[in-house]
């Protein structure tokens, strides 16, 4: 209904819509061809690497940056995340989150569903803000890591990069797509391939293999050399929020073969596909938009019968406080999808850039 009411919006207001799309592309190209050479750059010795995407969420890009922090830390590697904490609701131009935090105390509200998340999980130090080359100077003056990872930024051309990640979700159509706010499109596809260092392509497992094949011949067309790593993801196990307590996901499926699921990411579709993919049968499923803060008329309606719920890590930290005024009965209801990003094509080259950087 709400992706119905979406285009119809767009339709109806499709002059508009389109002359505000080419505004904006004029924009992005000031930006990035004739601004970019005179402004000046923000540089650093710490190495920084961008991870992005070139139209608006749904990637997989939280996964990505998640997969590589992990990596860095395995080689015992110093890494600060920083990320614009997207529809927080605090005003602070800067706030991090460190070793120092009590991590039930957390308020998803004021860092951002993403930080908060990331937080949790890879337990680094996050720093949030909007201008990304003042998080950069806070982390190096705080936390003096040895890389910063930026979770998005691709098309911010204050600061330097030293490694850029593109990744394209290859089961969005965005060959026909228009700029923002027409479309999804935040830069065209060509200018955001040619900066990249390694093209991750995610959710490979979810259109045929012939898309696939198509989408890299469009890359290579743009940069024969550039290197190409291809994605999906992999459930590895289920935890349930009440008591924490982590079974494979055969397991809980043999109890909880009928499910009911909600989600409000970027892609919430690629939740339902896993999902499928391990044999459940899900009986309703509650979209909303990317970021979205629910109510407890929300979570009201998700657990109106009997059945369990599944959602992912980044829709959990946005409930945390609502369920704390639920019953206990509600709250063991509610399950967590716990998935990995699995290299499919180009591992080698994965490692390779681990060594590189």
Not at 168 to 186: A, H, Q, S, T, Y
Not at 337 to 346: A, H, Q, R, V, W
Request: glycine share 4%; charged share 30%; aromatic share 14%.
């Amino acid at each position: 209904m709400k992706i119905n009411l979406i285009n119809f919006l767009r339709i109806f207001l499709f002059p508009i819509l389109f002359l505000l799309s080419g505004f904006y592309y004029i924009i992005i190209l000031i930006l990035s061809k004739y601004i970019n050479k005179n402004i000046k750059i923000f540089y650093t010795r710490t190495k920084v690497i961008c991870i992005g995407n070139f139209t608006l969420g749904g990637t997989g890009k939280t996964e990505v940056v998640k997969k590589l922090v992990r990596d860095l830390k395995l080689n015992n590697k110093e890494v600060v995340i920083i990320t614009r904490g997207y529809k927080r609701k605090s005003k602070e131009n800067i706030l991090f989150l460190s070793g120092e935090k009590n991590l039930n105390e957390i308020d998803s509200k004021t860092y951002g569903d993403e930080a908060t998340m990331l937080f949790k999980e890879l337990k680094v130090p996050v720093v949030v803000g909007k201008k990304k080359k003042d998080l950069i100077s806070f982390a190096i003056e705080n936390f003096n890591p040895e890389f910063i990872i930026s979770d998005d930024g691709y098309q911010n051309y204050t600061f330097h990069k030293d490694f850029n990640i593109l990744i394209i979700n290859v089961n969005k159509n965005f060959w026909d797509n228009f700029f923002f706010p027409l479309g999804n499109l935040r830069e065209s596809f060509k200018d955001s391939v040619k900066r990249a260092d390694i093209v991750v392509l995610n959710h490979v497992d979810m259109v045929d293999s012939k898309e696939v094949y198509k989408i890299k011949r469009k890359i290579f067309g743009i940069n024969k050399n550039i290197k190409l790593v291809t994605t999906f993801y992999t459930a590895k196990s289920i935890i349930n929020f009440f008591n924490n307590d982590e079974v494979l996901v055969d397991v809980f499926r043999e109890k909880n073969c009928k499910i009911n699921i909600f989600s409000g990411i970027g892609f919430p579709e690629s939740l339902e596909f896993v999902l499928k993919q391990n044999n459940f049968s899900i009986d309703k499923k509650y979209f909303f938009k990317d970021h979205y803060w629910y109510k407890p008329s929300d979570l009201t309606k998700i657990f109106s019968n009997e059945l369990p719920v599944i959602t992912t890590k980044k829709d959990i930290v946005r409930i945390e406080k609502i369920l704390e005024t639920m019953n206990e009965d509600t709250k063991k209801k509610i399950n967590i999808l716990n998935i990995e990003l699995t290299i499919l094509e180009g591992n080698d080259i994965w490692k390779e850039m681990l060594i590189y950087l």
